[in-house]
């Protein structure tokens, strides 16, 4: 294994994972920073209600996405100039269509949104996050495009200029204002623009002159469309919406921060699964992708084996959020098991959207994944709110690493 870890390390795999590790731990850091402090001025209930404005505005991004950036990372070849351009093109229109899109649907259905989860207090805040959506997109565009390119750093520093900017006008804020809910989603969203300012910046818009790249449109959609359907419904915030409506708000923060800390995961593993992409999608051998699956596996266990460590620090959650926080400390432990699962998935699902390219098993695997957290959330969150959702969760992830790699070792042997 430690002779595995060297040649990793040594690839031109190891470097890109060590630049986008970096870039991404400085993003957790700076955003993690805005995260410790939310909470600790807004105290439990309300830190409830700011995660629900959160995790709708993230639902409304996913479902706007499309799969466009994921579609991105497998059709941008090098030396396509031409094919690349138009491809460029028809994702960048569909991403301004769709953010438009979903600004007019924010507009109206906010209120409905707020009332249905019990919340109405949250819906002009609402207004504003899914107002913020069309910036994020572009954003998430620019990072893809570099991305492609291997130029890591570049795409890193888009995803940091945001949360960067947002903690130094808190941190100043701080001194003259009254923190409250509002200024917070105010915050948070109004910097996304950010994003596309640096992103620009890095990304000229040349392949707007491309012409005719509708040719390229049922190819890259419907690669797409399997990717869209399964983040349509990966999106959907099932945990905190279940907590809200049966438990409450307090219990939905008692659940959401110890979450949101762990939630580093998520970026570790999607930056991880972009360095995985362009490798997986050059193979032409299965020996190929079988020795380049091993090499990433090794990295793959230890930041496994250093999630479920994490277990012996639970405790600090009380010093970073407050007493108030207390009951969550056995909701961190539990969910450190299922953000370990959740980090394994990697390399399968690179290998099944990438390698494969079978992006409706993706989709089916979802469908599979949601149904039974679904069910878990339902049966447990009546009996055990907050830590109900947290063991719900973990079950769930453990039960879709196997049935990842259950697919992959059979498509292998076949």
Known sequence: MIYGIKNLIASETGKDTGVVFIGTLT???????????????????????????????????????????????????????????????????AYVAIGALILAIGIFLSQPIAQLLNTPQITNL??????????????????????????FVKASIVNISANILRLIILLVASYFLTIDLNFLTILVYSVTIIYVIVGKIFVPLNFLKAENENIHFKNFFGYNFWIAASLAISSIPFDNYLLVKIAGPIATGLYAAPMKI????????????????????????????????????????????????SNLIAPILVTIFGD????????????????????????PMSLILYYFGKSKIAFYVTIWHYAIYLMLLLYFIPKYSATGAAVAFTASEI????????????????
């Open 27 to 93: 993003n957790v850091v700076v955003g993690g920073l805005f995260f410790i402090i939310a909470p600790r001025i807004l105290g439990p209930e309300q830190y409830g209600l700011f995660t629900i404005v959160l995790s709708t505005a993230l639902m409304a991004v996913n479902f706007a996405n499309f799969g466009i950036d994921t579609g991105i990372l497998k059709f941008i070849k090098p030396n396509q100039e031409e094919a690349n351009n138009k491809t460029l093109k028809l994702a960048f229109k």
């Open 126 to 151: 609402l207004r504003i996050a899914l107002g913020a959506t069309i910036f994020t997109l572009l954003g998430n565009f620019f990072v893809a495009v570099l991305q492609t390119k291997r130029q």
């Open 262 to 309: 762990l939630t580093t995961t998520y970026q570790f593993a999607g930056s991880y699964s972009r360095v995985l992409a362009s490798r997986f999608s050059s193979f032409d051998s299965d020996t190929k992708a079988i020795e380049f699956a091993k090499k990433a596996s090794t990295l793959v266990i230890l930041i496994f084996c250093g999630i479920i460590l």
């Open 324 to 347: 108030e926080f207390q009951p969550s400390v056995p909701i961190f432990r539990i969910l450190t098991i299922g953000m370990a699962f959740f980090f394994a998935d990697t390399v």
């Open 399 to 414: 039960v879709t690493f196997f049935t990842l790699t259950s697919y992959v070792v059979f498509k292998f042997k076949k």
